[in-house]
């Protein structure tokens, strides 16, 4: 079965340089949540899209852009990098209409490290 | 708030020992709860969920029982094996996102 795919795997940036992070969700999905995991910490919640429509922001700092596309994909664009920023990127597409109650489904993250 | 606390770790085990991780939550409404796993170097897969009160997740061999009383969603193994070696993140999702506990990493030796 497809899975939520995100690209790219690795990225390695400087400081105050930009970065453009992809996710293409499960097809016919179409809600997608941008979660971040620093080092041993646990996924905090950036920012959702549902129908193309923002639909709930959470820690996402306001270096930070993101928006869905017609095809349902997802970008996460970061400037002004901060070496904080260093993390695993995770976004995650859930299929109905009905919010998060229903499964989220993850893709295998973009490891960001900015030196 | 909502939020979930979980047993810290690391919870090192031997080979078909029994585990527990402890989770529970705080949350205003009926919220749904999950289980991730993430295995070294991998994103988080969906273990199990339970989506009301008195609900039994299971997968694998791993099961959790949804505890409107206690608040609780722990997660128990029978019999673990070397493959279980992972981080698990308790999780309970409100009307935004996902919220997740800081994650128990469980080693299980041979």
């Known amino acids: 079965a497809a899975g939520v795919i995100q690209s790219p795997r690795h990225l390695i940036k400087e400081k105050r340089e930009t970065a453009t992070l992809k996710c293409y969700p499960i097809?016919?999905?179409?809600?997608v949540y941008w979660y971040q995991q620093g080092p041993g910490q646990d996924p905090q919640f950036l920012i959702s899209?549902?129908?193309?429509?923002?639909?709930d922001k959470g820690s996402i700092p306001d270096r930070f852009s993101a928006q869905q596309f017609s095809d349902y994909h997802s970008e996460l664009n970061m400037s002004s990098l901060e070496l904080g920023d260093s993390a695993l990127y995770f976004c995650?597409?859930?299929?109905?209409?009905?919010?998060?109650?229903?499964?989220?489904?993850f893709g295998p993250g973009t490891r960001l490290t900015v030196l | 708030g909502n939020s979930v606390t979980q047993m810290e770790g690391p919870v090192t085990l031997s080979e078909e020992a029994f585990l527990t991780i402890n989770c529970t939550y705080t949350a205003t409404g009926y919220p749904s709860l999950f289980w991730y796993v993430q295995y070294p170097g991998e994103g988080l897969q969906l273990l199990l969920k339970?989506?009301?009160?008195?609900d039994k997740g299971s997968n694998k061999g791993f099961e959790a029982t949804y505890r409107k009383e206690t608040t609780s969603f722990h997660l128990e193994k029978g019999s673990v094996q070397v493959s279980d070696s992972a981080v698990y993140f308790c999780a309970l999702s409100d009307l935004v996102a996902l919220n997740f506990g800081k994650g128990t990493s469980l080693l299980v030796t041979p």
């Open positions: 097809p016919r999905h179409d809600t």
């Open positions: 339970a989506t009301k009160a008195d």
């Open positions: 899209f549902y129908e193309k429509m923002q639909s």
């Open positions: 995650a597409s859930a299929g109905l209409a009905g919010g998060p109650r229903n499964e989220q489904f």
